[in-house]
């Protein structure tokens, strides 16, 4: 059994890292939003495994003459699939198709930007899916058959099961950080074929051998073979088209890939006054992930950044010259610039991207000025202002000690943001913290594209009067302003009331350069829409009426798009859509179904793919073996489905929830992933290891206990987040980690324990469990973003808990029904 136990670890944590290094191959080849797909992949294919295993094992345990019933040639297969011996045969062939099925999927001329006139990508797409989850496949049936084979030692198979994963998600990162993600996948390929070498005979070592050469081969002689092919359509791509274009450097981590280059194409000055004639400073572009696009600016003529002072985002230091500025988010750090160039005593900057900072402080720190040599912080500015408040005023609020905190918008041009993007920089509660760093007299900036038709700028209007009214301020209309250019609009919120004198200032600001006013405390309609004119002034008429008391509510319920005010819960700040408008929505988008991609709606039409894919595999064995007439016993049927279904979905409901809500205080997303799946899968297995010293009864209560714990984590886990965004990252990183460990801890107790119910019912329900579990955690990933873009991951939680209460009235049922 040690051997079994080996290779189950080694292949669970090789596909682990090879399903988390997906997630960043799609971030960079297609785009971000496409990597919550790998999750469903992985467990679909982990899903088919325990499928074809159920049709084979049909009778396995049952009656002699059922069995004789069964066709001579199924009855061999099943006897071949279910040979010990070929375990290590599965471990090679998941190591074979990692490495072969990324390279092919590489090559699959796959493009979601096509979809809109191109239908063979609806077969490509289908065909990517079922590539990439021919590894995932392999992998569950080794496990699955061993499950099978050994349910009695059930819990130490699910230990090895979850630690080796546990492993894999903190070797993953590691990884990451040091080499790019095709290298992860070799690894991953690697250690899994390793692990065949070690267990297997003769012939699987000589098929191991042979596929090891042909990795060692294919990655020395041709290494462009496993290289990461970007979409011609991503902004990288095209900017490199230009004549005279560079591509300069390329920088991985687990964050994101940088790609430093020069393109004519560049040309970054969001909302430059028409009224600024002059030429603009050489510019370096940095691409994340092939897409965002961000540049840093040359400083060292300082003649040519007067530029700067006709940009809309100036205002806020043609209010505050010479004050003590925080600029969040400021990527290649134009508006660090700014705060120089107008002469603020302190420039304080965080920024989320910390390879950005690195890049830009070591390799043109002489280009760009040294923007980030001194005071300049990686991570999330409201964790930043966290730290700062505890380290100063520890326990209690305190006044702030910035004249100006700037949130700059983080990309070059109007690309737009998915709508399933988490954004944790415009909630309600990161405004309140913002509001607490700044003096009495400080102000807010925040400079946001203008896409058509208005809805970012009316959500982040409301979201801001949220907060003032949380932190008890009423006059929240005399503390706004807020001007247009023609594609940006910068909008500052005050601390306290705008002055005349400051009003006077905007007034000539926009009147020199042509800016639009579009609101200030008393402004008229006349002053609005003046330079740069629109048919209808909705900037301004929206405003008016968000900032009406009166009118508020009415014109936020009744507007075309959800403008509602956003928080952490559910931090889908870009996320617009009324499934009662969609109609509407439809026709003033110029009926392009491709808008309802960006915002989400692919989520919709996956999950109906995933759902009836998820059928058929639950029912399929069912069908076929009943057409055999070796149908499974009828009394554990329902009970069994009703069990593994809802430990699927409240499992993944949970992890996936507790991933999310991480995002913010580790700031890093793969940073979430490896630390709540290290923190979970390894204490499952410790759970699952010591549990199987003791006996059924000790088990039984486990859904029930977890129940519980979900509920009692989804009430404080938010104020447990707000304690460690206090503290210094490595810090909150192993604080969260421990935290969640008692969680996880009973999570891996019930799934082993009603394999090893199956497995003493003398049924060959097994695999199919295996199967009905798979495909609710198919389900279960899609569903929660779907669900805590409604209602907030709490709702998620709770539905979890109620899945772990229902997996518990479940359990009742078929414990009994084994009875006589």
Known sequence: MRRLYLIVFLVSCSVLMFEISLTRFFSIS??????????????????????????????????????????????RTRLWIYSESN???????????????????????????????????FLYLALYCFVLSVPFFFSGLLIAAVFSLHSEKSMMVYSSDLLGAGIGSLAVLYLLNTRSPEYTVLTASTLCLIGALITGGKKVRLLTLAVLAFNLLALVTHPSLIDVKLSPYKRLSLFLQYPGAEHLDTYHSSYSRIDTFKSPAIRYAPGLSLKYAGPLPEQIGLAADGDSISVITSANDK???????????????????????????????????????????????????????SITKNKFSDFSGGIYDRNS??????????????????????????????????????????????DYRYTVEAFKIYLAALKKDGMLS????????????????????????????????????????????????????????????????????????????????????VYIKMPVDEYFRGFNNI???????????????????????????????????????????????????????????????ILALCVILIIFPVIFNAILRRQFNPQPMFPTFIYFSMLGLGFMFVEVSLIQKSFLVLENPS???AVILTSILISSGLGSMISSRYGER??????????ALVLLYSMIYPSLLDILSMRLLKARMMMLAVSIMPLGFFMGIPFPAGIKILGRKGEGLIPWAWAVNACMSVLAPVLTIMLALVAGFTFVLWLGAGAYFLAFISLTRLMKSRLP
């Open 446 to 529: 925040i400079s946001v594209y203008l896409v058509p038709p208005p809805r970012t700028e009316f959500r982040l209007l409301a979201t801001i009067l949220s907060a003032y009214k949380e932190v008890n301020i009423e006059d929240g209309p005399g503390r706004i302003a807020a001007i247009r250019s023609w594609d940006s609009m910068t909008l500052i919120a005050k601390k306290s009331p705008f002055s005349s004198d400051e009003i006077e200032i905007i007034k000539m600001f926009c009147r020199e350069r042509r800016f639009d006013l579009v609101y200030y405390p008393g402004i008229k309609e006349e002053e609005s829409n």
């Open 377 to 422: 912080h990686p991570g999330h500015g409201r964790n930043y202002l966290n730290l700062i408040r505890e380290k100063t005023h520890p326990g209690q609020p305190s006044e702030g000690g910035y004249d100006v905190i700037d949130v700059p918008m983080t990309d070059s041009s109007v690309s737009g943001l998915f709508g399933i993007s988490e």
């Open 671 to 673: 940073y979430s992933v």
């Open 87 to 121: 375990v290590p045969l599965y471990a090679a062939l998941t190591g074979s198709s990692v490495l072969l099925c990324y390279v092919m999927s590489n090559y699959i001329p796959f493009d979601p930007v096509r979809f809109s006139w191109e239908k063979m990508q």
């Open 547 to 609: 900032l009406d008391i009166n009118l508020n509510k009415s014109f936020i319920d009744n507007y075309l798009f959800d403008i509602k005010p956003v928080r952490d819960d559910n931090p889908f700040f870009h996320y617009y859509l009324k499934l009662n408008n969609i109609g509407p929505i439809y026709n003033k988008m110029g009926r392009n179904w491709l808008f309802f991609l960006e915002e989400g709606y692919i989520l919709p039409i996956v999950l109906v793919i």
């Open 303 to 357: 003649s040519g950044l007067r530029f700067l002072e006709f940009l809309p985002s100036s205002i806020a230091y043609e209010l505050k010259k010479n004050g003590d500025a925080l600029v969040i988010d400021p990527k290649g750090g134009l508006q660090v610039l700014m705060a120089r160039h107008y002469g603020s005593r302190k420039v304080h900057t965080v920024e989320s991207n910390p390879m950005i900072l």
């Open 30 to 75: 297609l785009w971000y939003h496409f990597a919550f797909m790998v999750i469903s992949m992985a467990m679909l294919g982990i899903g088919c495994a325990g499928t074809l295993l159920a049709v084979c094992s049909g009778g396995t345990q049952n009656s002699g003459q059922d069995s004789r019933r069964a066709p001579l040639r199924i009855e």
């Open 698 to 707: 000790g088990a039984y209560y486990s859904p029930l206990i977890l129940s």
